[in-house]
């Protein structure tokens, strides 16, 4: 018998191609947590997993908008490009979205990252988690992202204080979710365990999903620092150290969050049919770039069950 091909399960016109599995899966996931969580809220973080979460929470929905509040946990230090797209976003789709900044205004170039981490991050995502009484929060977590996440259930229950236990998590059987949380628990739910990182990309390709420009490669000011290339978002708060020069250089970003603590990529990839031949190539993870994930090891472990996403 002929193998199948690439991405099918079965011939012929209503056979299903991966992507639409993966679409059909989010979607029962994101109809589900909405029908059964008391106070849902999406976790938006304007990375290419929260577009495509995006996209998919309004095909979800459908004419109707999301029936939940859309979350941005601000540090203060993100890209400009960032916050201009979800500025965007959030006025084309009519979102209702919150944004939340802890206090401290900790500067990374000042505080340790590991510090500025907790700080700036998970416990800012606690205390607005925490204020706005939510008891299931959706982000766009995949497993083949990271080795802990790779363990995490797409239900990932929470202690108090948001808090992972791996060891307290209950059995996923197929598709069905135990959503019942018990007083003080609450849920992290992740609409995107089972999708790779090809598989968001090739959807954006397939579904024409806005995204951040800056996933695109394109000639930038960087500075080259500690061994990673970072973009100067904000000459003003970047102070240069002895020796250190601002160089054009063609870069794109396979990961965002804080500009001073992510890495950019030299590449030439300034389309989507480009970036996915470059993906093709490549053998280092995902999140090589991102400084916040070298402070120890099994750092993306330790934040999580101190309530990081």
């Known amino acids: 018998m002929a193998p199948a091909p690439r991405g099918r399960h ?3 016109p209503m056979a299903l191609t991966h992507l639409d599995r993966l679409e059909a899966e989010s979607i029962h996931i ?3 947590v909405a029908a059964t969580a008391r106070a849902p809220v999406f976790l938006y973080s304007i990375g290419k997993d929260s577009s495509v979460m995006l996209h998919l929470a309004l095909k979800a929905f459908a004419p109707a908008p999301p029936p939940f509040p859309f979350l941005h946990i601000a540090s203060g230090w993100d890209f400009g490009a960032m916050l201009a797209h979800r500025d965007a976003m959030a006025a084309r789709h009519g979102l209702d979205l919150r944004v939340w900044q802890h206090a401290a205004g900790l500067s990374p170039f000042d505080t340790p990252t590991p510090a500025y981490t907790r700080t700036m991050l998970t416990e800012a995502l606690r205390d607005a988690l925490r204020a706005g009484g939510y008891d299931a929060a959706f982000g766009g977590g995949r497993r083949d992202e990271e080795k802990a996440r790779a363990k995490e259930r797409i239900f990932s229950f929470r202690g108090r204080g948001g808090g992972w236990d791996p060891k307290l998590q209950r059995p996923e059987l197929w598709n069905l979710y135990n959503g019942r949380v018990h007083a003080g628990e609450s849920l992290r739910v992740f609409p995107l365990s089972n999708w790779t990182e090809r598989d968001v990309w090739e959807y954006i390709a397939r579904e024409d999903v806005p995204v951040v420009p800056l996933y695109l490669a394109a000639e930038r000011p960087t500075v080259e620092r500690d061994g990673t290339l970072l973009m100067v978002d904000d000459p003003e708060a970047l102070a240069l150290r002895p020796g250190e020069q601002v160089v054009t250089r063609r870069i794109r970003f396979r990961t965002m969050g804080c500009w001073p603590l ?12 480009t970036l996915l031949a470059e993906m093709d190539a490549m053998r280092v993870s995902e999140r090589a770039g991102r400084v916040i994930d070298r402070d120890e090891s099994a750092s993306m472990e330790v934040k999580k069950r101190e309530g990081y996403f």
């Open 30 to 32: 994101l109809r589900e």
């Open 262 to 273: 992510t890495g950019a990529i030299e590449s030439e990839a300034d389309t989507l049919e």
């Open 10 to 12: 079965q011939s012929g």
